[in-house]
C-alpha cells in the first residue's frame, strides 16, 4: 500500500473515532462521511467549528428549510473542512439556492449540496452561466430517462457543466455510455445513470472507459467485492483514473480489508467500506496526477466529494424511507 493511502487511511479512521465520540445520537453513515470529508481535505477534526456553521444554518433558515435536515451535519461538514469562513460561505450558498429555484430548479433534499457543488467549483462570475448550462443537462437527462433522473441528480448537473462541451455533446456523450455499459453487462437504473455521469468527467474514447469499467467490476467481483447497482458509483472513481485504475484496484482491495477488521468501521455495511476505500485511494491518486497531461479535465478533486455527499445523502435518503416503511407495515 502506498504511505500516502496508509496515512490517510490511518487519519480517516482516527477521525470517524473522534467525530462518534463528539456525535453519538447522528447515524454511523453521517459520521462516518463527516470523517472522511475532513480527511479528504486534510484538515483536523473541529466540532466547535462544525456546531457554530450549524447554529448560522438554524439561524438563518426557516423551520421547513432543506437545509435543517440530513444535509445539515453533511454541509457544515464540508465548510468547515474545505473553508476558513464558513458561516460566510453558507451565506453564498443561500444566495445561490435562491438563483437555482428562480432558474427552474426544485426545492429539495439534495439541491442543497448541488449549492455546494456549485460554491466549490465556480466562481462568482460564472454562476449565472453554469446554473443555466446545469438546468439544460438535466432536463434533458429527464428527457432521456424519465424514471430514473430526479433530485439526486442536481448535483452531476452542476458538475457536468463545468465542461466547455455543448449541452448536446455532453448528453450524447453520457447516453454512448449508459447504452454501452448496459451491452456490456450493467443493470439499466439509477446507478447506471449516475457511472455515465461519473465517466463523462475524463475526456477518452467512450469504449475504452467502458472496458475498464468492465474489467474493474470483474477484478472487484473475484477478489469477493461485488459491486451492486446501487454503487456503480464507485467504478467510476477508479475508471476515470485512467490505465492508473487498475493500480488503484490492488489498493482499494487492501484498504477495504482493513475497514472491515476496524472496530467502528466493521459495524458499515461493505459497500461503505468500498466506496470509502474507493474514493480515499481515487484521492491519492488523483493527487500524484495533478499536472499531467492524462488528469481529467475538471476540478474532480472537489467533484468527488461533491459526488459522495450525494450518494450519502440518497444512502441515507433510501434507508429512512425502508425504515418507514417498514414501521408502517408493522404497525398495520
Known sequence: MQDLVKEKLDRLIEIFQEVSSGYKWEGSLTNHF????????????????VEDVRKHMKKTTGIFSN??????ILLSSLLTAKYDNPNQEFDRMLNYDKRMRDAGFKNNMYLPIANYALLASCSEEWVEIRINKALEIYKEMKKNHPW????????????????????????????ECYKLLNENG???????????????????????????????????????????????????????????????????????SI??????????????????????????????????????????????????????????????????????????
Open 186 to 256: 450493467f443493470h439499466k437504473n439509477n446507478g447506471l445513470q449516475f457511472l455515465s455521469h461519473i465517466l463523462g468527467f475524463r475526456q477518452e474514447e467512450n469504449k475504452v472507459k467502458v472496458e475498464r469499467c468492465k474489467e474493474i467490476f470483474d477484478k472487484l467481483k473475484d477478489n469477493k467485492l461485488k459491486v451492486y447497482s446501487s454503487g456503480y458509483a464507485i467504478i467510476g472513481f477508479l475508471a476515470i483514473l485512467g490505465e492508473k485504475g487498475f493500480e488503484a484496484i490492488d489498493q482499494v482491495i487492501e484498504v477495504v
Open 34 to 49: 463527516t470523517a472522511l470529508t475532513y480527511t479528504l481535505n486534510n484538515r483536523v477534526f473541529n466540532k466547535e467549528k
Open 148 to 175: 430514473l433522473t430526479s433530485g439526486d441528480d442536481y448535483p452531476l448537473s452542476i458538475l457536468l457543466a463545468n465542461s466547455e462541451s455543448s449541452v448536446n455533446s455532453i448528453i450524447e456523450n453520457m447516453e
Open 259 to 332: 475497514l472491515k477488521s476496524t472496530k467502528k468501521y466493521k459495524w458499515l455495511t461493505k459497500e461503505t467500506h468500498l466506496y470509502t476505500a474507493a474514493a480515499l485511494v481515487s484521492d491519492v491518486f488523483i493527487e500524484n496526477m495533478k499536472g499531467r497531461k492524462d488528469l481529467i479535465q475538471t476540478t474532480i478533486g472537489i467533484s468527488i466529494e461533491a459526488l459522495i455527499a450525494a450518494q450519502t445523502v440518497a444512502i441515507i435518503a433510501a434507508a429512512s424511507s425502508t425504515a418507514a416503511a417498514a414501521g408502517a407495515s408493522a404497525s398495520s
Open 67 to 72: 437545509y435543517r435536515g440530513t444535509p445539515k
